[in-house]
């Protein structure tokens, strides 16, 4: 085993670490910040509130356990989760209020009572969501489509024969306005197309079996918020011999005649023949290889969308609100169309609420709770942003003090903002994106770069900038990839 370099403490990152102890490399992770987790990161605000600063849904858990699986520990005694039941509250524009059960039969009968719609209409939606899932999923998220392999197996070859009937050409809205009789319905089910930073209205029907991995496979609660899942894995890669080195961004992926030989910091130049970057590939291209050509139709892909979050601390608890909130709005094609099209904020955008201190005590004061309050917009191309910020804080306010009957602005006793610009900064991600490139399009999963490099030898590449894709179970899958690449 060769000594590799990972650039980035991201959430794949630090997986890929752990998997390449395993395997027996010595590993050295360069990190540009002061700590691990790149968007998974945590802050606290004055007064006592803890926050998870990035990811706030969890699922496919077993992706996590299976790191400590794979290095020989009982995942158990580093990281801990539980089933959320109920995943959701809902609140429409028309005031009707929905609880999403974790069991699939209770939703169903909960949208019939509150909405009017026969159950089976949503459990046949959600069966079909499940049979998408696992007739592709196995091939698309979990393995490299850039190998000529990967097209030999009979399990890939039944997944492309699968594809025309799971809806290429038409988009995942036009899915559910066919599925479902009431359009409180078609809006819940297009907002998993936001899971990667999509738009229901130009995302292909394929992306239809998202609500599976919520509803089917379930929706999880780490213990001690989402930051402990970074958290964890960087105690287990510590104990496999991992060496974190913090504040010392990567400048230069060095090379030689078609082959990586190491990394340039500012503390100096470091020999490696196998290097594995954590850092969105654009700027990977951009700012590490500048002398490289880069493959310029992949890195020009449109981006996925980014967000706009305000954590608050709140001076009273809402019995009403769970760990997910949906504050929906009125008119969803405008929201959509004002972060693809026009590359702005709706006036009236749907608002995500994600509140932790119910499940983890100390996350807030007692009789208090933080709210991580986050909206959909644009990645940042130039934007103005503390104008907007100003306008959607406005917006947001009146849209929650209303569904809950309270003046919320009254009740903030701590603030921060992250918006576009801010976690392009921290991150590095292109334009703030949180996904790398969006899923708008029927070739999209083909077109994100793949996990290796085809010009230099050595040079591979993880994180949800790359194949499969964003969000944390694909980062998991991507490192999966990267270390057996590397492996053969
Ligand atoms: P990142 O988290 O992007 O980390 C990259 C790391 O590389 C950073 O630490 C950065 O400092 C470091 N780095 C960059 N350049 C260099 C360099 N040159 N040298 C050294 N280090 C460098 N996902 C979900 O699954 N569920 C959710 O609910 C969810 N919600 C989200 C909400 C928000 C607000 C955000 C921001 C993201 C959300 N996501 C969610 C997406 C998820 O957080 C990301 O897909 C995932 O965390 C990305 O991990 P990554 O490994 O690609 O790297």
Same mark, same amino acid.
Not at 123 to 141: I, K, N, P, V
Not at 169 to 194: G, I, N
């Given at each position: 085993?060769?000594?590799?370099?990972?650039?980035?403490?991201?959430?794949?990152?630090?997986?890929?670490?752990?998997?390449?102890?395993?395997?027996?490399?010595?590993?050295?992770?360069?990190?540009?910040?002061?700590?691990?987790?790149?968007?998974?990161?945590?802050?606290?605000?004055?007064?006592?509130?803890?926050?998870?600063?990035?990811?706030?849904?969890?699922?496919?858990?077993?992706?996590?356990?299976?790191? /400590?699986?794979?290095?020989?520990?009982?995942?158990?005694?580093?990281?801990?989760?539980?089933?959320?039941?109920?995943?959701?509250?809902?609140?429409?524009? @028309?005031?009707?209020?929905?609880?999403?059960?974790?069991?699939?039969?209770?939703?169903?009968?909960?949208?019939?009572?509150?909405?009017?719609?026969?159950?089976?209409?949503?459990?046949?939606?959600?069966?079909?969501?499940?049979?998408?899932?696992?007739?592709?999923?196995?091939?698309?998220?979990?393995?490299?489509?850039?190998?000529?392999?990967?097209?030999?197996?009979?399990?890939?070859?039944?997944?492309?024969?699968?594809?025309?009937?799971?809806?290429?050409?038409?988009?995942?809205?036009?899915?559910?306005?066919?599925?479902?009789?009431?359009?409180?319905?078609?809006?819940?089910?297009?907002?998993?197309?936001?899971?990667?930073?999509?738009?229901?209205?130009?995302?292909?029907?394929?992306?239809?079996?998202?609500?599976?991995?919520?509803?089917?496979?379930?929706? /999880?609660?780490?213990?001690?918020?989402?930051?402990?899942?970074?958290?964890?894995?960087?105690?287990?890669?510590?104990?496999?011999?991992?060496?974190?080195?913090?504040?010392?961004?990567?400048?230069?992926?060095?090379?030689?005649?078609?082959?990586?030989?190491?990394?340039?910091?500012?503390?100096? @130049?470091?020999? /490696?023949?196998?290097?594995?970057?954590?850092?969105?590939?654009?700027?990977?291209?951009?700012?590490?290889?500048?002398?490289?050509?880069?493959?310029?139709?992949?890195?020009?892909?449109?981006?996925? +969308?980014?967000?706009?979050?305000?954590?608050?601390?709140?001076?009273?608890?809402?019995?009403?609100?769970?760990?997910?909130?949906?504050?929906?709005?009125?008119?969803?094609?405008?929201?959509?169309?004002?972060?693809?099209?026009?590359?702005?904020?709706?006036?009236?955008?749907?608002?995500?609420?994600?509140?932790?201190?119910?499940?983890?005590?100390?996350?807030?004061?007692?009789?208090?709770?933080?709210?991580?309050?986050?909206?959909?917009?644009?990645?940042?191309?130039?934007?103005?942003?503390?104008?907007?910020?100003?306008?959607?804080?406005?917006?947001?306010?009146?849209?929650?003090?209303?569904?809950?009957?309270?003046?919320?602005?009254?009740?903030?006793?701590?603030?921060?903002?992250?918006?576009?610009?801010?976690?392009?900064?921290?991150?590095?991600?292109?334009?703030?994106?949180?996904?790398?490139?969006?899923?708008?399009?029927?070739?999209?999963?083909?077109?994100?770069?793949?996990?290796?490099?085809?010009?230099?030898?050595?040079?591979?590449?993880?994180?949800?900038?790359?194949?499969?894709?964003?969000?944390?179970?694909?980062?998991?899958? +991507?490192?999966?990839?990267?270390?057996?690449?590397?492996?053969?």
């Amino acid at each position: 085993p060769q000594p590799a370099a990972i650039i980035g403490a991201g959430i794949a990152g630090i997986a890929t670490a752990v998997r390449l102890a395993v395997q027996g490399h010595r590993v050295t992770v360069f990190e540009a910040q002061e700590s691990f987790g790149g968007k998974m990161h945590q802050l606290e605000l004055p007064g006592g509130y803890r926050f998870d600063g990035g990811p706030s849904l969890f699922t496919l858990p077993h992706l996590v356990d299976e790191l /400590f699986q794979l290095a020989g520990r009982n995942p158990h005694d580093y990281f801990r989760y539980q089933r959320l039941d109920p995943i959701t509250q809902y609140f429409f524009a @028309d005031g009707t209020r929905l609880t999403a059960w974790a069991d699939e039969e209770q939703f169903a009968r909960e949208v019939e009572e509150k909405l009017r719609v026969p159950a089976a209409e949503v459990l046949r939606f959600l069966r079909r969501s499940g049979r998408a899932y696992e007739a592709t999923a196995g091939t698309f998220l979990q393995k490299s489509l850039h190998k000529a392999g990967t097209y030999l197996s009979p399990e890939v070859l039944k997944a492309l024969a699968a594809l025309p009937q799971l809806g290429l050409t038409s988009t995942m809205h036009q899915r559910h306005a066919a599925a479902f009789s009431d359009p409180r319905l078609v809006q819940l089910f297009d907002r998993f197309a936001t899971y990667n930073g999509s738009d229901p209205y130009q995302a292909p029907a394929t992306l239809s079996m998202i609500p599976h991995l919520e509803h089917g496979l379930g929706a /999880f609660y780490p213990e001690g918020g989402i930051y402990a899942i970074a958290q964890s894995l960087v105690r287990l890669a510590e104990e496999l011999g991992v060496e974190f080195r913090y504040q010392e961004p990567v400048l230069e992926i060095l090379t030689n005649k078609g082959a990586v030989t190491g990394v340039r910091t500012p503390k100096g @130049d470091y020999e /490696f023949s196998v290097v594995v970057s954590n850092m969105d590939v654009v700027p990977t291209y951009r700012r590490l290889l500048p002398r490289q050509p880069a493959p310029e139709r992949t890195l020009g892909q449109p981006r996925s +969308s980014s967000a706009l979050i305000f954590y608050w601390g709140i001076a009273q608890r809402f019995p009403e609100l769970g760990v997910h909130n949906i504050f929906f709005s009125q008119d969803y094609k405008r929201e959509f169309d004002a972060i693809f099209r026009d590359k702005t904020i709706s006036p009236d955008p749907t608002v995500y609420v994600n509140i932790t201190a119910g499940h983890t005590p100390t996350d807030a004061p007692a009789g208090h709770e933080n709210w991580f309050v986050m909206i959909n917009v644009p990645h940042h191309e130039g934007q103005n942003w503390p104008e907007l910020i100003a306008q959607t804080r406005q917006a947001v306010l009146r849209r929650v003090s209303q569904a809950l009957g309270a003046d919320v602005a009254s009740l903030i006793r701590a603030e921060q903002v992250w918006d576009p610009p801010g976690i392009e900064a921290r991150t590095s991600s292109f334009g703030g994106a949180l996904y790398g490139s969006s899923s708008n399009n029927t070739l999209a999963a083909f077109l994100r770069h793949p996990n290796f490099s085809g010009q230099l030898a050595g040079l591979y590449f993880c994180g949800g900038s790359v194949h499969p894709g964003g969000g944390i179970p694909l980062c998991l899958l +991507s490192a999966r990839i990267v270390s057996s690449l590397i492996k053969n």
